[in-house]
């Protein structure tokens, strides 16, 4: 059975057409809904077999470590590394459904399984650099070019094709 590790997005954008006995949240997903149509959108689903769950503390733990490779480290909220945390837990028989785009590229990195609610899904997992405005030397990461002072602008280091 396929399970659907679901963000927030599937409520804020009412994505109904999953089956709910077989979709799972983690509480923080819950707590980022705010709308009086995404919380209904939830509670609908919740009376349909939706489960939240919590994640596992290691699985948390090994995220971080892959969104810090991929340099997506510094876009992920608690609630992103929570839901990737749980789509790893399901990884062999989960999909992640999430436009979250930082979330998509560290679950590819990963071999997780990513459909989009109503975004394009992302074509390539980028790994991501630091580039001085003033100077151009390139870090691993930081807000502020040790050398010259001036602020660092993210882009790309390298691009890795999908494993499709």
């Not at 991501?128 to 390139?138: A, E, L, M, N, P």
């Amino acid at each position: 059975m396929t399970y659907y590790i679901v963000d927030s997005a599937v409520f804020i954008m009412r994505h109904s057409n999953l089956n709910s006995s077989r979709m799972i949240t983690v509480p923080s997903v819950v707590d980022e809904l705010k709308s009086r149509d995404s919380m209904l959108c939830y509670y609908l689903a919740k009376e349909r077999g939706l489960r939240v769950e919590c994640p596992e503390p290691e699985m948390v733990k090994d995220i971080k470590i892959k969104a810090e490779y991929t340099r997506d480290s510094e876009e992920l909220s608690k609630t992103d590394l929570e839901i990737l945390a749980k789509a790893l837990e399901y990884k062999d028989k989960g999909i992640l459904i999430t436009d979250d785009y930082a979330i998509q590229n560290v679950a590819l990195q990963l071999g997780i399984q990513v459909k989009p609610v109503v975004q394009k899904k992302i074509k390539d997992i980028i790994i991501w650099q630091k580039k001085c405005t003033g100077c151009k030397k390139t870090f691993d990461k930081g807000d502020d070019c040790p050398i010259c002072g001036s602020s660092l602008k993210k882009k790309r280091k390298r691009t890795l094709r999908e494993k499709s």
